[in-house]
């Protein structure tokens, strides 16, 4: 079968650091996205793994560990606009079906 | 450069019913996937069209039919429609058959009364 596992709600303050952590179980694996939505509207793309290490873009960074079938988001310096949910996406390696987790809802305190 | 567009933007219908959703891929982009997403629940996976030819189905019934257009732009056609077919239905558009990044339009919300 094919899972992901994230936690469904984290809650953190504004400039706080936080971590969502993604684990996958998978048939064919070609990578792991990372996708922001805000109510109702459009997933937006964050980041892409496709090897194990850390990836960074702005206060956004994404690691992946293949042997452990494990990834995060870690996003730093929280501000009130990143309250959305975050979903974790396995890319599989036959041409591009994206399988997504449940998703978690972040919300940032003042 | 116009991202992903997606038509229309809401939709109510009564069971039984057809509907068909529209999108257009983001400039350069050649591969279409279609998602639906419930509410609180991540998108699940329909369908992808490449080179105007199915290439991939997740676990949707033929009711569930798509196609593309030479423009790379695609249609979702749902027959018979049901109660639980109400959601929220995501165009991703992508470069060689969605092995590179997937962008996602805003979704058309569909409701099944």
């Known amino acids: 079968g094919q899972s992901l596992e994230q936690p469904s709600e984290v809650t953190a303050v504004e400039g706080a650091i936080v971590q969502i952590n993604c684990t996958y179980q998978?048939?064919?694996?070609?990578?792991l996205s990372w996708y922001q939505q805000h109510d109702g509207g459009a997933p937006t793309f964050l980041s892409y793994n496709a090897l194990d290490g850390l990836e960074e873009t702005g206060r956004f960074s994404s690691f992946l560990s293949r042997s452990d079938s494990y990834g995060y988001l870690l996003l730093q310096e929280l501000q009130m606009k990143d309250s959305a949910s975050y979903f974790c996406a396995v890319l599989r390696n036959q041409g591009g079906k994206l399988i997504f987790g449940q998703g978690t809802e972040l919300s940032v305190k003042p | 450069d116009a991202g992903v567009t997606q038509s229309p933007t809401h939709l109510i219908k009564t069971r039984g019913q057809q509907v068909t959703l529209r999108c257009s891929p983001k400039s350069g982009h050649d591969t279409v996937s279609w998602y639906q997403q419930a509410l609180g629940q991540g998108p699940q996976f329909i369908f992808q069209?490449?080179?105007?030819?199915?290439?991939q189905r997740g676990n949707f019934p033929d009711r569930f039919s798509g196609h593309q257009f030479p423009n790379y732009s695609s249609e979702l056609n749902v027959n018979a429609l049901l109660l639980g077919d109400s959601a929220l239905y995501l165009c991703?558009?992508?470069?060689?058959?969605?092995?590179?990044?997937?962008?996602f339009g805003p979704g058309t919300r569909l409701t099944v009364l």
């Open positions: 991703a558009s992508s470069l060689g058959q969605g092995k590179d990044t997937q962008y």
């Open positions: 069209y490449y080179e105007e030819e199915e290439r």
């Open positions: 998978t048939s064919g694996f070609y990578g």
